[in-house]
């Protein structure tokens, strides 16, 4: 396949952030390695993005001092750093057309003149801030793509793990569809990439146009070889990775996990820190098993990598997750996962690599893991096969390279340089899933 010029749309990428900004950059990094990627970043990601050194052909810098001081500010002294709330979502509305007005008025006699083969806005994700990008390229001279997207994932009814989270502004989040541009963008995109299944029927109207990438990816690098050497009649060494937040719902994990830890066939690492830490704790102690469980708090990406590659089972019933990541590095470690089936985690796991257990009550829910947990924990040889299957499906689909090798099948279809790649979703969202 050719070698493509692309104007890679990406405002807040950071290499060296977390999450999205993280994510973002990885995936235009691995995209920069096969294609001639023309970076669009806003300045304050400028710093970051330049001492990364990655091949991008340039990187195109857009300046709003202004605006980027007062949304420095609001984000310090009013938001606290709190990436995750939906008001933020809402609050970064008008930066997100400001951005692309100005990178517009700054790139569009050069989109002219040729220079480019194609528009890729990888960055903002969420399928609620809409691109001008589309609107300004709906009769040329190239096309526009935007993704992947992810967001939107319901907030499941019967999880007391949820009452405490949701937003008041989770009820208005389909009136995005009124806001300027948001129906152009998906009317004039060529292609629609969409990171969940979620995200995928929300734009099923669109199905001709409409492609599953997920949403993070992994260093090929962390996918090495198996070493674990277990001895006959050791413990099932299990892991909890995530933030210590009602959502993540690790007091299911524990109550799960609990008769595989009293009768001391299993030890449970919980690496993370949060405002549940104290009750889960405390709940430990209430099950009978605080002496087989370690709460590590945050512990660097490399201690939990080296404490995934020891894990035998990852554990992780988040009732509530766009995304996976953290799930794709279980893969890769070799720690056989046991999710919950929605969101991210749902969309990834499968029953040749691990356990998918059914959103229907906190009990079954429970009742489930404890099934699966149990079987584990007897059966060596089945988790043996589960984790080398896994650490397979890992290097061979979830890195950043296969990543980009999927965008880029989307892309040369856009440009009529190859047939459409069939890129459906692994599951469709169960309407009883929805509150």
Known sequence: MSRLRILLLAPDINPESISMPYVTYSHAAALAELHDVALVIGSPSEGPVRRAKS?????EVVHMPLLDRFRAWTVREIFKHNYYTQVLTAFNYPFSLAFEWRAWRQLRRRIAAGE?????????????????FAFFLRKGPIPFVIGPLNGGLPWPAGFSQLKSQKEWISSLRNFYRLLPFARSTYRNAAAIIAASSQTYSEFAVYSDKLFFVPEPGIARSLCSSDSRDPQPGSKAELVFVGGLVPLKACDLALRAAAPILRNNTARFTVIGDGPERGRLEQLAKTLGVEDSVIFCGWLSHAEVLKRMRTADIFLFPSVRDNGAGVVFEALA???????ADFGGPGDIVHPEVGFKVALTDESDMVTQMEKILTELAQNRQLLQRLRQQGMIY???????????????????WVLRQAPKPVFL?????HLEYLS
């Open 55 to 59: 091949p991008f052909r340039s990187i």
């Open 116 to 132: 480019f083969d194609v528009v890729l806005r990888v960055m903002p994700m969420t399928p609620s801030l809409p691109s001008p």
């Open 333 to 339: 470690c070799g720690a056989v996962p046991v999710v």
């Open 394 to 412: 890992a290097k061979e689909h979830l890195t950043w390279e296969a990543k980009a090798r999927a965008t880029t099948q989307v892309l040369h």
């Open 425 to 429: 979703p692994p599951k469709m969202l």
